[in-house]
Structure formats: structure tokens, C-alpha cells
């Protein structure tokens, strides 16, 4: 089936703004990280979902980032009040169930915040 | 990530000469070790891995090693192509990944 999916593939926002990025996930991969990616580095993790249950939301680094997974499929990623340190990528990955299954990523959202 | 050190940052080869990058990691823990590989403005994409009860895995030109004592593992690419430049990331896996900083290779042809 498709890779996972996310949308849209950039983001311009003026600081202050709400945005919402979104990952469809391989169909009937359990699990679905977030990580973000600052220019010329790798990845940092964000957050953790197996099925709808947000497991680890350890890296999020602020409480103006929020993420959801209602239906246990398609995620959400919501940053409030932005500010030009939330400018990177966003990048969803899953994988199937069990542990150390390989993670597949999309290709990422790029958040511009002027 | 903190717990993943990847060097060198850079690697510059001629057409036809192997590369190798490591890395090291912290938690005695794992055992399942991803690479992946980054073209500007793409995905990064899973090229090979290693589980802590195998020593070597090989798939075609790349090759991965680990040595879980020193807790070491690199990558190899033989035979190098200008296909295979981009940034190649090493990372441990905790059930979420900890990412090295990155290797930006270039094949020179």
C-alpha cells in the first residue's frame, strides 16, 4: 500500500498563528511518532502513539504543541501561538506492532513562521 | 540525539572508493540499530539495520557491523556511486529513535 502520507508539504505562518499538520500512517501500522528536524540536523523525537493512546509525549517542548490520534489512524499535530523556533520539519513515521519494527517516514512538513 | 555520537560529520570519496561512518551509542539496552538515508528536501529512508544478536548484516553494497561490547556499530558502502551522496543518520532504537547528528556524503566522479 501507500507510505505514509503527510500534508501539507509546507507551512507559511505568521508568528502567533495556529497550525495543524497531518500524518496518514501506513495502513494497519499501530504505531506513530513525531520528530522534528531543525536544518542540518537529525531528527529529535516529539511524541509516541500506539493506536489512539499518546504514550510518550516527552518531546514536545512546549505546552503550545498538542497532538492527537482519535481514531487510532490518522494523527494530528497542533502548534499553538507560533514562534520562529517552531521553524523546522515535521516529520511522522510508523510502524507495525511489536518491538524494534523499522520506522517509515514521509516526507515531512516544512514550517516556515515569519 | 544525545545518546548517539556519528562521526565523521563529512565524507568526501572518490567514485568507486568505500566510505564508513560510526557511531556510538550510551544505553546498553538496545538492540535494534537503524540507518537511514536523507536526500535535500526528502524523507529519510530506512537502508539497512542491525539487532543486537547478529554481529554483521550485508545488502549488496552496504554493509552494517556491530559490536555490542564497545557499543560501536558503522556503516560500510562499497563500491560508492554518485547515487549514494546524501546525509546518511545512524540511530538507536528505545521504541522511539535517538538519531545521530548526521554524515553528508559526497561521491566525487
Known amino acids: 500500500g501507500a507510505g505514509v502520507s503527510q500534508s501539507p508539504r509546507y507551512k507559511v505562518a505568521k508568528r502567533g498563528q495556529d497550525v495543524a499538520l497531518r500524518c496518514d500512517p501506513i495502513s494497519g501500522h499501530v504505531s506513530l511518532f513525531w520528530y522534528q528536524q531543525a536544518l542540518g540536523q537529525g531528527p529529535e523525537f516529539l511524541t509516541y502513539f500506539q493506536n489512539e493512546a499518546q504514550l510518550d509525549k516527552s518531546g514536545l517542548p512546549s505546552d503550545r504543541f498538542f497532538a492527537e490520534r482519535p481514531e487510532g489512524s490518522v494523527s494530528t499535530l497542533k502548534i499553538q501561538r507560533t514562534q520562529q523556533e517552531d521553524s523546522a520539519v515535521y516529520l511522522c513515521?510508523?510502524?507495525?506492532?511489536?518491538?524494534?519494527?523499522?520506522?517509515?517516514f514521509g516526507d515531512g512538513t516544512r514550517l516556515s513562521i515569519l | 540525539g544525545e545518546n548517539v555520537e556519528q562521526h565523521p560529520s563529512t565524507l568526501s570519496v572518490q567514485e568507486g572508493d568505500s566510505a564508513v561512518i560510526k557511531c556510538t551509542y550510551s544505553?546498553?539496552?538496545?538492540?535494534?540499530f537503524p540507518w537511514y538515508k536523507q536526500e535535500l528536501g526528502k524523507r529519510p529512508q530506512l537502508i539497512i539495520d542491525i539487532r543486537s544478536n547478529v554481529g554483521e548484516k550485508k545488502d549488496q553494497r552496504i554493509a552494517v557491523t556491530l559490536n555490542k561490547t564497545a557499543k560501536h556499530f558503522s556503516l560500510h558502502i562499497t563500491e560508492t556511486q554518485p547515487e549514494d551522496s546524501a546525509v546518511y543518520f545512524c540511530a538507536e532504537d528505545d521504541y522511539k529513535l535517538s538519531f545521530g547528528a548526521g554524515t553528508t556524503v559526497t561521491v566525487r566522479a
Open positions: 544505553d546498553s539496552a538496545s538492540n535494534y
Open positions: 513515521a510508523s510502524s507495525a506492532q511489536g518491538s524494534n519494527q523499522p520506522q517509515h
